[in-house]
């Protein structure tokens, strides 16, 4: 990709689609991150890409405009009311399978999931209507390990460090907070108030305070406390400082600042050179469902690119679903906003066009029949092997494997075997014997 | 799975979900499926769940019944006209993929496909709405060679056999053969014919004539030659003697014939031990754009259950994407029908419950920052390890790591190591070192 912003062009505006090249990238990375998942015991699960509206309704105010419903094609029209809808995240799923897969499961349950989701939303960079969510979860009966904040958030940064995306900065916080925030203001509860903050670095400060006005029906003061309070920022210190300075305490302030400083003086250890991890009491999410610890990441190079990771707790998400109270916490990469940036930035290098790793070839004393056989040895000592049919010239199924990057040709000139390496164009009599010792 | 029958219970009808257990071996599938498409240098690809209604439809008249329209949930209700659907096959996304990509690919193109796909069908066993196809196919440009006909069924044998599902009986037939039976029996084309034809095995055959009858105006002679043309099945030789007897010979018939008893002649030594393949007239598939081989696969042992595996040729299908002619064939596995089946008739080995190697555990003197730090030491060697947190007691780690399956438990007792194998219940003393050691 030579240092060239690759222009994204697809078919169908905000659904993806890749080159072989670059596919062959994206399965590496999904390989990766199922390695890092599994190397803290975390089993992988798919749900259907499907869930009743019912399920997936009402969990947030902007995701629900977003929903794509199913109708079958030879029904539009007709006055149905849908009742299948796409996926638009893999929590809600999850904590669905949980609910039904109760008695199977050994708790506590964790899972990752690296699926594809899809949002009804306007395509601009980074949001797509199509799009993979590489999800790790753990879900418990009862309670669920505080512990695993951590372990979410440790295993976030050591995956995206494997995947080399260049520094990242996190951004925690804990819903607790912000429903100490909204007793204080003498609210009934956080939901709305959350709603309302998660924009507050979209919304101009005059918006903001017309929707705490006109929506909550906070007064000026209440309205500088919610100001102040987003701007609270920083290690455990800042943030135990800054809540202190607004004068905020109370069992849920308490409760959510404990955990939340706990949680930073935690991971800080583990944190990678280049990368932040901060608590921001500005970040809360646009789900109603968290219910304690946040989670929020971003590009330090590209600031204003949207979050390509986030998450959080959620106590009563299962509890939907069930009659047991089965809570959880988990983190989402955003695989495709991710992976599409670094793309289009130049900054991944391409993969292989094919995984070929010898053509057979030869003159046209090589016959078809000679040709499949020799590729079925060499095949047999585990290398790919592929044949180029009907093609006699030599010269076209030379230009063929060096098109497709393939590294080795086979060639087969009156009886003779020699391998020669596309890259160093170095030819030398082979063996399948040869060969396969040569791999082994 | 110990030889009982598995019912399959999913939370919405038609859309299967699996147990991580369960999941662990369809994973395992997936990943042997791709091994065998990459030996024969297939490139993976992955295109959108979606494409314009415009692309999907009008491809045969039952699959377009069955398409699924995506429509806001916002919007539903409105007089909108649906523009995008799922897609129900992998064929026509490929199609479109290659007219549109056509430029940034390197002919042939060999790519092979492992996605959901989805038809809005009544579900049965082995029908469902949501369903993994693993597809294989080659596209060229102007012509594509007759060998990938062969490969293709080869492939195929070779998967399903890694795979260990069982005898399977293939069925294979031309599309020109069909065609060729149009025209002597005047009719302007194939295609309504290998319709109405392609129901013959679930068609009475008085239901079959009327068909033919009111749809194709054909006379008594006309739908005995139908009849006796549909029983035409065996080998090179007993596909040519049928033919001869019914006494039908044009272009198209013996261009057909000869493609196909080539075919058959030239598969027959990669045949394994206890598959079939047979030519078989009646089978032609129920798309309209197959023009040549075509493909059908079934299990031996369930031969009432639906096809397992099904391909073709098809001449014209990227030409209605892009102006130049690009012809390909290829051959679908349908992963979820061939899983489920097994599945439910407990011929599936169960996988992992989790992969987690190594469980750290130990009695209320270990730390958690201890245990969390030898977790990282071990799985810094490449294990898979975890820790539970919060549970002091060491009988409720033990009883944790039986009940997931997880083979070793590292037990710390008053600084003393020792990892228990839990299949044979030893016990003995481990560092690190030796661990990593025992593993190199």
Chains 1, 2 share one sequence.
């Not at 989670?295 to 204003?304: L, T």
């Amino acid at each position: 990709m030579a240092g060239v912003k690759t222009k994204l062009n697809f078919a169908i505006s905000g659904f993806p689609e890749f080159t072989p090249e670059v596919r062959d990238v994206e399965r590496r990375w999904l390989s990766l991150l199922a390695d890092v998942f599994e190397s803290y015991g975390y089993a992988n699960i798919e749900t259907p890409s499907v869930e009743t509206v019912q399920t997936l309704a009402s969990k947030g105010e902007d995701v629900d405009k977003e929903i794509y419903a199913l109708t079958r094609l030879a029904a539009i029209g007709e006055t149905t009311s849908a009742k299948l809808a796409l996926h638009y995240d893999l929590t809600v799923p999850t904590a669905r399978y949980v609910a039904k897969q109760h008695g199977n499961l050994t708790f506590p349950f964790k899972r990752f999931q690296m699926q594809r989701c899809w949002r009804g939303e306007r395509p601009q960079e980074g949001r797509y209507r199509e799009f993979t969510q590489c999800d790790i979860d753990v879900i418990d009966q009862d309670t669920v390990s505080l512990s695993y904040d951590a372990e979410m958030l440790e295993m976030a940064v050591v995956a995206l460090t494997r995947l080399n995306v260049g520094p990242v900065k996190f951004q925690v916080s804990n819903r607790k907070i912000m429903d100490g925030l909204a007793t204080h203001l003498g609210l009934p509860d956080g939901t709305l108030l959350a709603r309302i903050l998660d924009k507050v670095e979209k919304l101009s400060t005059e918006k903001l305070s017309e929707r705490l006005t006109t929506e909550l029906g906070l007064d000026a003061a209440g309205i500088d406390t919610c100001i102040s309070f987003c701007k609270i920022k920083g290690g455990p210190d800042a943030i135990a400082t800054g809540l202190d300075a607004l004068g905020i305490s109370n069992p849920d302030v308490d409760a959510g600042r404990d955990a939340l400083c706990n949680l930073l003086a935690r991971v800080e250890k583990s944190r990678p050179k280049g990368f932040i991890i901060d608590g921001d009491l500005a970040i809360s999410r646009g789900f109603d469902y968290y219910t304690g610890v946040v989670y929020e990441a971003r590009f330090i190079d590209f600031p204003d690119y949207p979050s390509i990771c986030a998450g959080g707790r959620y106590e009563n998400l299962v509890g939907q679903f069930m009659k047991r109270k089965l809570p959880g916490v988990g983190i989402s990469i955003g695989l495709t906003r991710i992976f599409t940036k670094l793309l289009s930035e130049s900054l991944l290098e391409t993969g292989r066009r094919t995984p070929t790793e010898v053509l057979v070839a030869g003159d046209e004393s090589l016959t078809a029949a000679e040709a499949e056989a020799l590729a079925a040895e060499i095949r047999a000592t585990g290398a790919n092997v592929e044949i180029l049919p009907d093609v006699p010239r030599l010269d076209k199924q030379l230009k063929y494997a060096n098109d497709k990057g393939i590294p080795y040709v086979w060639i087969i000139r009156d009886g003779v075997h020699q391998l020669k390496d596309m890259t160093s164009g170095v030819q030398q009599a082979i063996t399948v014997e040869a060969f396969a010792a040569s791999r082994a």
